[in-house]
């Protein structure tokens, strides 16, 4: 059998087991931390997707398990996971082979979120030019549907932390009409979804950030990643 059909079976079976949601089973799909190369801090907010996990569980109804495992960009252990994350404020390197593995992902159905945790802009893009040589970066308009899932983000993404005072900015990558890759600039949803405590938000700016995640959860699990 066709080595991409087989990844594209599995991916395509951990999302529909997502859907299978009981409060009585034990949670059978997980998302998963990407670990990278090259220095950076990829192992920065910690409470950051057990948070969003726990959000999603309790306003979305999803059953995902809130042990988040980290997987390394070139294992072959990410097509277990059909939404893997990255964040940091360093410097990251992809070797040809990671860059092959992970867009061996994202075709076959995978989603990666990237959150600038400011800092991370100019190491990124370069690194996901390894991956997608021949695609750029877009920035999604306000309409599009990931910031209109159970939340509407009427103005696109929330602004949750200042940086460079910059407006926040959703970007994406799309092959073949479909949306494989969303990353949140100038915005930092990562440290939005921390403890209170950790960056010390306001209520109001913790509960945007986890309803702009809860979106992008719902957005890929639910098959809905078209781009019109």
Same mark, same amino acid.
């Given at each position: 059998m066709n080595a991409n059909l087989i990844k594209n079976i599995i991916l395509g079976i951990a999302l529909f087991l997502l859907l299978l949601v009981s409060s009585a089973t034990k949670p059978s799909v997980q998302i998963a931390l990407l670990k990278y190369r090259g220095g950076g801090d990829w192992y920065a907010n910690p409470t950051s997707l057990p948070n969003l996990v726990r959000f999603c569980n309790k306003e979305l109804g999803t059953n995902i398990s809130e042990d988040i495992p980290t997987v390394e960009v070139g294992s072959n252990e990410i097509y277990n996971y059909p939404f893997v994350h990255i964040t940091g404020h360093g410097n990251i390197e992809f070797s040809p082979s990671e860059a092959e593995n992970l867009r061996n992902y994202l075709v076959a159905g995978g989603f990666l979120h990237i959150s600038d945790n400011y800092g991370l802009d100019k190491f990124i893009r370069p690194q996901m030019k390894k991956v997608f040589p021949n695609l750029n970066f877009v920035e999604l308009a306000f309409s599009h549907p990931i910031y209109h899932q159970k939340y509407d983000f009427n103005n696109g993404l929330p602004?949750? @932390? #200042? @940086?460079?005072?910059?407006?926040?900015? %959703?970007?994406?990558?799309?092959?073949? %009409?479909?949306?494989?890759?969303?990353? *949140?600039?100038?915005?930092?949803?990562g440290d939005g979804? #921390?403890?209170? #405590?950790? @960056?010390? *938000?306001?209520?109001?700016? @913790?509960?945007?950030?986890?309803?702009? %995640?809860a979106n992008i959860i719902s957005y890929v699990f639910t098959l809905n990643n078209k781009t019109k």
């Open positions: 602004k949750i @932390h #200042e @940086h460079d005072g910059k407006p926040a900015q %959703g970007f994406g990558i799309i092959y073949k %009409g479909r949306l494989v890759c969303f990353y *949140d600039y100038q915005c930092d949803l979804w #921390e403890d209170y #405590e950790v @960056h010390n *938000d306001s209520p109001v700016k @913790h509960q945007d950030a986890l309803k702009m %995640g």
